[in-house]
């Protein structure tokens, strides 16, 4: 008896404590006085704790797994505390069973993985008002449980503080008569940490959201002259980019995968942009018309509260439960409870179970927003949004005549805007249903998918019809427009795909128009090229016409085409496309995850690539957020959760650390949002001091004028100007170096002194000078060695000849005359060979080799004759 008094302990500690082991809920504070609970720490110091604390791990928000339980449970709740090492439990209900004996069965799961599994009777565990299950008896079950560090020992410490730790804990109750399943209820476990704070970030992004639609008015109602104000305006953050951001973060939660509850946590915080704002008020009306027909969330992927699903938590099966030997649970401590405060509530039906996040109805869960209410809900704060503009630009412009009146602003104030307030209204209503396309587009087909109440079905498919058509009518009619009044021509092109590198590493290919001016210069690569058909503005129009500069066309359809480069002016059309496709994928393909992961991934991608061509935008800053950060958010959004298809069958920690990467990269996204807006603010604060003389801080003005320098240039759209031509080559000139040379040996050479002066080695460097102690050479017109070229078997001959030997050659000629009688022809000399007259001192040659040279260039002379 007493092993089995302590079996039935220890079951009772894992019982107790894993009834606790996730999180997620708002604790209500029930009890008005502070009460304390008195506990020893370690060092064995009593302490006084706040009994209203929160416990480390606690039960949030449970459901009805069965459908039709035959218990109602209206409290299923339990709590672990490690400060003093305690579990608390609670069970409460009724039921209309006259009389049943009963079974129960505890799991609690985490991460998708069972941690504990118990199952019992109710007699053996003392729970009397289930001893035996009584119509006329209230249940209630309730229990302090002390536990020991080794009971705890399993679990890790990081489980106690990681955000959104995911678990569940199922109560499954059988009726031991028929053996069948009489209740089910699953309730989902937290630590209180958590990545959902929408009353913080929520307000934080409303906060910027709000500044860029201040920022973005002023610049457009600013001014008198409108092609300068359409410039400005142009370069303010556009509050379509905002929500174009935000649409993408919150509404990555209608893929029908099972999400890690990290993400719906995280994009929580964006739901207001989505129109999923929550009111009781608003949901108890919506639900009067919806009726019961709730629809059912197992549609697109979701278990719903209130429908049969035994396979949450693995399932069970009865042949175990009635086939073995049941366990026993002793409380070993129960007393008179206070009201604990850290309890969730039931769900509102429509909900999934807690602890289920799958497809746009789990993403929707922590909104406490049921799937079938996600349409009229989006729908009706989507028209009080409409409501809001309107009347805020009508009392905008009565404020500016009261203000006007007290003489608090001048009269010229603003006086294009007072002029056309009306104008201005109707742009701006239709800015809003153009920036939220997407989401009413999604919503309506979401609702077709979903298939609820049939009065809202009904309401969908006829604002869808309203809006898909009015839309893309405006938008057809904008561009007839433009082409009817701008003189463009249409006719058959070519596109061409230009092979280029981008950041001068990664290959990449343009594409261009063969007609366009990106093909006029002849150094681009191009790698194929299609047919294509192109419209272009014909050359030589004013500048009047130019679609920027067309007063007419900015006042009636601005609102669509002046955040566009002038090149790019139909860009608006191209988006709307685009919107919808990818809204066929989220709302149109609900519950079929293969189809919408690689269906979106293949649109994302494309249009990454064609928005990256186009660079739609006049702004670069508008540009690097729109079209680089969002778009690879997109692409690599997708990508990652195509792993969270239940196909895949991975685990659930390991899909929790991909939810974490996903929460980095569209993090990394809002920061750049936020640090956009707050650039784009300062930057139409200098758009608005654009007339007065003097800015402060003056040290920031030679930065304003770069900012409109940079802002006229891009208001041009030229395309940028070839490079230059490299510069041309220099000629050659001829030139030579001279390294090493050779002396070739002349006639002087075969005198004993002088090669006796001159080194062994004749090609040295050393040959080339003169020796130190030249021999005197009197009366010589030569001042230093001539060195010639002599081709190879020339004869050498010498460079000069002094006076003395020309006159010993004239006597030798008239003695060989009178003697032979023969005349001797005169001899000519080359041009080169001119006697350059020297001082007679400067070289100084002993007669005896004077001598002996004479006598050879006479023999020399003779031969020559």
Not at 401 to 426: C, M, N, Q, S
Not at 454 to 483: C, D, S
């Amino acid at each position: 008896m007493a092993s089995r008094r302590t079996s039935g302990v220890l079951c009772a500690k894992f019982l107790s404590f894993f009834l606790v082991l996730l999180m997620l809920h708002r604790p209500v504070l029930a009890a008005s006085d502070t009460r304390y609970v008195q506990t020893v720490d370690d060092s064995g110091n009593t302490v006084y704790l706040d009994d209203a604390r929160r416990p480390a791990l606690y039960t949030g928000d449970y459901g009805d797994c069965l459908g039709d339980s035959l218990i109602n449970v209206t409290r299923f709740d339990a709590a672990y505390y490690k400060d003093n090492m305690t579990v608390v439990f609670h069970l409460r209900g009724n039921t209309n069973v006259k009389n049943e004996s009963l079974m129960m069965y505890i799991g609690v799961f985490a991460y998708g993985e069972s941690r504990f599994t118990l199952t019992f009777n109710p007699c053996d565990a003392n729970i009397a008002s289930l001893c035996p299950m009584n119509a006329s008896v209230p249940i209630e079950a309730s229990g302090i449980i002390p536990v020991s560090p080794s009971d705890v020992a399993g679990i890790p410490s990081i489980a106690l503080t990681i955000p959104d730790f995911e678990g569940q804990a199922l109560l499954r109750i059988f009726a031991n008569s028929t053996e069948s399943e009489v209740g089910c209820y699953s309730a989902v476990v937290t630590n209180g940490a958590t990545f959902s704070h929408p009353s913080a970030v929520g307000t934080v992004m409303g906060i910027f959201t709000l500044i860029a639609i201040v920022a973005s008015f002023a610049t457009a109602a600013y001014g008198d002259d409108i092609p300068t104000m359409r410039k400005h305006y142009a370069h303010s953050l556009s509050v379509f980019v905002v929500f174009a951001v935000l649409h993408h973060v919150f509404f990555t939660g209608a893929l029908s995968v099972n999400w890690p509850s990290v993400l719906p946590a995280w994009w929580s915080n964006f739901a207001w942009a989505g129109g999923m704002i929550y009111s009781n008020h608003m949901q108890n009306a919506v639900e009067k018309l919806t009726g019961s027909n709730l629809g059912s969330t197992l549609s697109v992927g979701a278990a719903g509260a209130g429908y049969t699903t035994n396979d949450v938590g693995g399932g069970y099966s009865i042949r175990e439960i009635y086939g073995r030997s049941l366990s026993n649970i002793y409380r070993r401590a129960t007393h008179n409870e206070t009201e604990r405060s850290w309890y969730g509530d039931a769900v509102r039906e429509g909900l999934p179970l807690p602890g289920n996040y799958s497809g746009f109805a789990g993403t929707l869960a922590p909104e406490n927003i049921p799937a079938s209410n996600a349409f009229i809900t989006g729908f009706l704060w989507f028209l009080v949004l409409i409501a809001v503009i309107a009347a805020a630009f009508a009392s905008f412009r009565w404020l500016l005549e009261a203000l006007t009146a007290i003489k608090l602003v001048r009269k010229d104030r603003l006086g294009t805007y007072k002029r056309h307030w009306i104008e201005f209204t109707v742009a701006a209503v239709l800015r809003a249903f153009f920036i939220g396309f997407f989401m009413m587009m999604f919503l309506t087909m979401f609702q077709f998918t979903y298939r609820g109440s049939p009065g809202v079905t009904a309401i969908a498919a006829i604002l869808f019809v309203i809006y898909f058509v009015g839309m893309f009518a405006i938008a057809v009619f904008a561009i007839y427009y433009r082409l009817r009044r701008g003189n463009y021509h249409a006719g058959p092109d070519r596109l061409n795909f230009e092979r280029k590198r981008v950041w001068k590493i990664i290959p990449w290919y343009g594409v261009s128009l063969k007609n366009g001016k990106e093909t006029e210069n002849s150094h681009k690569v191009f790698a194929g090229s299609i047919p294509w058909w192109s419209v272009q503005q014909v050359k030589g129009e004013s500048q009047g016409t130019d679609i920027h500069h067309d007063e007419d066309y900015i006042r009636k359809f601005g609102w669509l085409a002046s955040r566009f480069r002038r090149t790019r002016w139909w860009f608006f059309a191209a988006w709307l496309l685009y919107e919808f496709v990818r809204a066929c994928f989220y709302g149109g393909a609900a519950g079929h995850p293969m189809v919408q992961v690689f269906g979106l991934l293949a649109v994302e991608t494309i249009a990454l690539i064609a928005i990256i061509t186009l660079r739609p935008f006049e702004a670069t800053r508008l540009n690097a957020l729109m079209v680089y950060f969002l778009g690879f958010s997109k692409v690599l959004t997708v990508a990652l959760s195509a792993a969270f298809d239940i196909r895949f069958n991975l685990g659930r920690i390991t899909t929790t650390a991909i939810g974490i990467v996903i929460i980095v990269i569209q993090g990394i996204l809002v920061v750049l949002l936020l640090i956009s807006i707050a650039v784009g603010a300062f930057s139409s604060s200098m758009s608005l001091s654009r007339n007065r003389a003097t800015f402060k801080p003056k040290s920031w003005t030679p930065l304003r004028e770069k900012y409109f320098k940079h802002i006229n240039k891009a208001a041009d759209d030229l395309p940028p100007p070839p490079p230059p031509p490299p510069p041309p080559e220099e000629p050659k000139e001829p030139y030579f170096n001279v390294t090493s040379f050779r002396r070739c040996p002349k006639i002087e050479d075969e005198e004993d002194d002088v090669i006796a002066s001159f080194p062994e080695d004749p090609t040295s460097l050393e040959s080339s000078q003169p020796p130190k102690t030249r021999p005197s050479r009197s009366h010589s017109l030569q001042s230093q060695r001539s060195f010639t070229t002599v081709p190879y078997g020339g004869r050498v001959h010498r460079a000069s000849w002094s006076s003395r030997d020309f006159i010993a050659w004239q006597e030798g000629n008239r003695h060989r005359s009178s003697s032979t009688r023969i005349a001797s022809p005169p001899i000519t000399m080359h041009p080169l060979e001119r006697v350059r007259s020297i001082d007679s001192d400067e070289i100084e040659k002993p007669p005896a080799q004077e001598t002996k040279a004479v006598v050879n260039e006479k023999n020399l002379a003779d031969n020559a004759t």
